[in-house]
């Protein structure tokens, strides 16, 4: 279609990876993004302010399409906004439980929406190599002392659809306590060849819970996201790579989000390919006017 200076856009923000509203991780979601330009879209996630929001497009030889934009630029994958999205058009009845198609810049992925509202993103195949990067590094990014690593969980980088610098500490004060430089972390992770740092402890607040993590992305413009999908992913990856289980669960349950007060639980099964799933709620609908495509860094809300 065609976008003009009048165009308004509904929009929605759905938290994801929980059924509370106002926990979990807020993604927004921009139902009929069709004819917006990358500086449009770049525009309204500014605007909406969630760590990503996704733009559902049509698409080509899939169900649709989506794309990802942080309040600072595009991502090619985000776990959450993906679950995010499935579960509002499936709760507004837009599309149907079952297998999805789903084009995006990283690639096809698959997203499985159950009849309870349980949505299932699968990725692929992790992928997992030892980071040589130095603990004493790490550990002054994160701001906390070099001594509270678990010494049989090396440092790694892990890929389940974005590669994440993977960090196993040992209690959760340790992991509670952390106070991340954005500047380091960024910089650590440029070196790493990772998009975000995901930090975990087997410590959890849950008896249910495998672990209890979180994860830093301040390269894109996310110091700290409340409940990582992708960072889920690449850590169910990270734990069969480290042998961290004599017998490999059938389920592993990730808790995140405690400390920016957002908790959620990411439930993931590793079957070759990665897949993670949770539940999700709308918090917030409303419109949005999208800028001129000649004036992209403007917005009026």
């Known amino acids: 279609m065609d976008v003009d200076a ?9 938290d994801a990876f929980t059924t509370e509203p106002l926990a979990g991780n807020p993604a927004g979601v921009v139902p009929d993004a069709d004819g917006l330009t990358d500086g449009q ?15 559902v497009r049509s698409a080509d030889g899939a169900d649709r399409r989506l794309r990802f934009f942080t309040p600072a630029e595009e991502i090619g994958l985000c776990g959450h906004a993906t679950v995010a999205t499935h579960a509002h058009l499936y709760a507004e009845g837009l599309i149907d439980a079952g297998s999805h198609a789903v084009a995006t810049e990283t690639g096809e992925v698959t997203v499985e929406v159950d009849p309870d509202g349980t949505v299932w993103l699968t990725t ?22 070099p001594g509270h690593f678990v010494s049989d969980l090396p440092l790694a980088v892990a890929d389940a659809g974005l590669p994440y610098l993977v960090v196993g500490l040992d209690y959760l004060s340790t992991l509670r306590s952390a106070a991340p430089d954005d500047r380091a972390v960024a910089a650590l992770c440029d070196e790493a060849d990772a998009t975000g740092l995901y930090a975990f402890t087997f410590d959890t607040l849950s008896a249910d819970a495998a672990a209890h993590g979180r994860a830093f992305l301040p390269a894109v413009g996310v110091s700290e996201d409340p409940v990582t999908g992708t960072a889920t992913a690449a850590a169910a990856g990270y ?13 592993l349950v990730f808790e995140q989000g405690h400390s920016l007060d957002r908790p959620g639980r990411v439930r993931a099964r ?26 992209d860094d403007i917005l009026e809300a």
């Open 6 to 14: 009048g165009d308004r856009r509904d929009v929605r923000i759905v």
């Open 41 to 55: 879209m770049r525009a309204v996630a500014s605007e909406v302010g969630a760590s990503e929001t996704a733009f």
């Open 124 to 145: 692929g195949v992790p992928e997992v190599a030892a980071a040589d990067v130095p603990e004493a590094r790490v550990a002054d990014a994160l701001g906390i002392d």
């Open 239 to 251: 734990l069969r790579w480290a042998d961290a289980y004599d017998d490999w669960p059938e389920e």
């Open 270 to 295: 590793l079957d070759g390919a990665a897949t993670v799933g949770g539940r999700a709620v709308t918090s917030l609908t409303g419109r949005i006017a999208v800028p001129p495509a000649e004036d």
